[in-house]
């Protein structure tokens, strides 16, 4: 491993030196706050620092280094120009406590934001405050919750399909549903005899990823929100794929009744790594006035950020949401402009189905090779004909520079690689990559020990994933 | 009792009956076991607890998967193996034996007939 920063301290250096400070306790900070001794801090001059960070940078794997074809995740390349206007100081410096009068502009982005993506979905209107993919759809499952409540009806089922994102099931826990799983039909799409049999009464919402893990679309989508629609039920979707229907299908056109979506994914801000991400909600004119407060409200030619209760679902993260990343998503968005949104769709699509074809000689493709934004491959003829299986594949792929796809996700396909290419690489590196899986094949076929023991260039070899999991130590001391 | 004696659910658990097709012990096949790969958490009913045919009633988790564990009769949870609490490795050791994952006191011995035997549990999952 690495030297750490603190490895590399040495008494006494300094990459600037500061006016000595008055002695004496400072003004107005109680003595039980004060440091009995010096802060841990590494003592190095700036070289030192910039070296320090500059080697970190290129220890993990991201998508400003190279291809992240990460299933589901959307790892696209994000343009430079979003970070250069969200750290604009007429932004950055400001604060959310600031009179309205005072941040007209940022107000002006939310409310700009919030119409766009009402737009784009269909739906008529959207609150920015979740802060997570997962956090939109919580809120939207309470947002179901809540009108039924209002309506005095006590449901209690979400329908959820074997192929929707694994934090559906969770989302519907939180918000007190239960959570029922519906099994594809042999097309990968929802089966309407399966899920006519399991609507009833007490089916709360019916919730869909669309296009689904799978990469497919609903064919039937018009005729399964019907049927959802016909038993009084909510039919929510999972925005998490929009990429793949940008300015081409709106959900709301489609039906739906609520959803949430990824500016971290579909509209390009930075994610990974736990954040920061924003999981904005959108809604029918039916539920808008459950949503949560603030709001941001256009008041005779002034834009307020408007506290109050709401009768639907309270607060659920301080202020209005990462402002910072909807500002990222609204300056993408001004930029590729209504058209641009259509040819995002178009080479996300494309760019999945041209990888699909030419993976498809190397790992068969069970739901077929014509897909939307990405495609699940199996590994499961390599593994039963040189026993090296996905997780090896996925491990190896790492040795060449290129992030694994996800994998054993969806269950419905066994030994599963997911694979989604996005929108922003170019056909030279889909290229590579199928020249890279096509040695990779080869290794397993002549040499599937060499696959075991991947990874081999990372700066961590294979990790012990059943240890990490049956005795995790999550804390580790700083000295 | 040997897999040969036992009977199977299409979910890859296989159901132990004992002679007067009162209680019946349940586990997951070695193929489930080996399908799954390292298991490191299983989540069992409570002893008592009433379980429901082709149910979720718990989950198995393993290094990279989490799976429903669906009850394969209708009962009563009579007995739970707390032994898969802090080592749930034994199930991928010993699915057919020490792995055992709950005793279900069967409510509706019907519910025998649906389960499949040893040979048609081969066939589906290819290896016969």
């Known amino acids: 491993m690495a030297k750490t920063i603190f490895d590399r301290s040495k008494a006494g250096r300094r990459g600037y030196r500061f006016s000595p400070v008055p002695s004496g306790r400072p003004e107005g900070i109680p003595g039980e706050y004060l440091r009995t001794r010096p802060a841990l801090l590494p003592e190095v001059g700036e070289a030192e620092v910039v070296r ?34 969200a750290a604009n100081p007429a932004f950055s410096g400001i604060h959310p406590e600031q009179d309205d009068e005072d941040v007209q502009g940022a107000l002006e982005v939310m409310h700009t934001l919030e119409h766009k993506l009402s737009i784009i979905c269909g739906m008529d209107a959207f609150s920015l405050q979740g802060v997570a993919g997962a956090h939109g759809e919580m809120l939207g499952m309470m947002l179901a919750r809540r009108y039924f409540d209002e309506r005095g009806e006590a449901r209690s089922k979400v329908l959820v399909p074997d192929t929707a994102h694994g934090t559906n099931p969770a989302s519907v826990h939180l918000a007190g549903f239960t959570a029922h799983t519906i099994k594809s039909g042999a097309d990968g799409g929802v089966d309407l005899d399966v899920l006519r049999d ?80 924003a999981g904005p909600v959108g809604v029918k004119r039916a539920l808008a006035h459950l949503l949560p407060f603030p709001r941001v409200e256009l008041d005779a030619g002034t834009y307020r950020l408007v506290d109050g209760v709401s009768t639907g679902v309270r607060s659920i993260h301080s202020f209005y949401g990462n402002f910072a990343i909807c500002l990222r998503a609204l300056a993408y968005l001004e930029r590729v402009g209504g058209e641009g949104l259509a040819r995002i769709s178009a080479a996300a699509n494309l760019n999945a189905n041209y990888l699909a074809k030419a993976v498809s000689d190397l790992f068969p493709i069970p739901y077929g090779t014509r897909c939307m ?44 690689l997911m694979v989604e290419p996005t929108e922003t690489e170019s056909k030279e590196t889909l290229d590579r990559f199928v020249a890279v899986m096509k040695q990779i094949v080869a290794e397993a076929k002549e040499n599937p020990g060499l696959l075991a023991g991947a990874p081999y260039s990372c700066p961590v070899r294979r990790l012990d994933e059943v240890s990490a999991n049956r005795q995790p130590v999550v804390a580790a001391p700083l000295q | 009792m040997k897999p040969e004696d036992m009977r199977f659910t299409k979910e890859h658990e296989w159901v132990a009956v004992n002679d007067d097709a009162s209680e019946a012990a349940v586990g997951i096949t070695d193929y489930a076991a080996g399908e799954l790969g390292d298991i490191v958490y299983i989540e069992l009913p409570k002893e008592g607890a009433h379980v429901r045919c082709m149910q979720p009633m718990g989950t198995i988790e393993a290094v990279k998967t989490v799976a429903d564990l669906y009850s394969p009769l209708s009962g009563v949870v009579s ?37 499949m035997n040893y040979t048609a549990y081969r066939a589906m999952i290819g290896k016969e």
């Not at chain 1, 080697?55 to 979003?82: E, Q, R």
């Not at chain 1, 990429?243 to 056109?253: E, F, K």
């Not at chain 1, 199996?378 to 994998?407: M, N």
């Not at chain 2, 994952?101 to 509706?108: E, K, L, P």
Request: charged letters at 20%; a negative charge.
């Open chain 1, 52 to 85: 320090h960070y500059t080697a970190l940078s290129v220890l993990n794997h991201h998508v400003d280094k190279d291809f992240y074809p990460l299933g589901s995740c959307t790892m696209k390349y994000n343009p430079k120009m979003n970070e250069d206007i």
């Open chain 1, 198 to 277: 399991a609507l009833d009464g007490d089916t709360a919402v019916l919730m869909l990823t669309v296009p689904n893990t799978l990469g497919l679309f609903e064919r039937r989508i018009i005729d399964i929100i019907d049927c959802a629609h016909r038993h009084g039920a909510l039919c929510y979707m999972d925005g998490a794929n929009l990429n793949a229907l940008l300015g081409r299908a709106r959900p709301g056109d489609m039906g739906f009744d609520i959803i949430h979506i990824n500016l971290h994914k579909t509209f390009s801000t930075p994610h990974g790594g736990g954040g920061p991400g």
């Open chain 1, 373 to 416: 934004h990405e495609f699940v491959a199996s590994g499961q003829d390599l593994k039963q004909a040189c026993g090296v299986r996905t997780l090896d594949v996925a491990k190896r792929l790492l040795d060449f520079g290129i992030h694994a796809p996800t994998i054993y996700f969806p269950l419905v396909v066994p030994e599963a």
């Open chain 2, 79 to 115: 007995a739970v193996n707390k032994n898969l609490e802090n080592s749930p490795e034994i199930v991928n050791k010993s699915p057919f034996g020490d792995g055992w994952f709950v005793r279900i006191r069967i409510a509706d011995a019907g519910e025998l007939d649906r389960l």
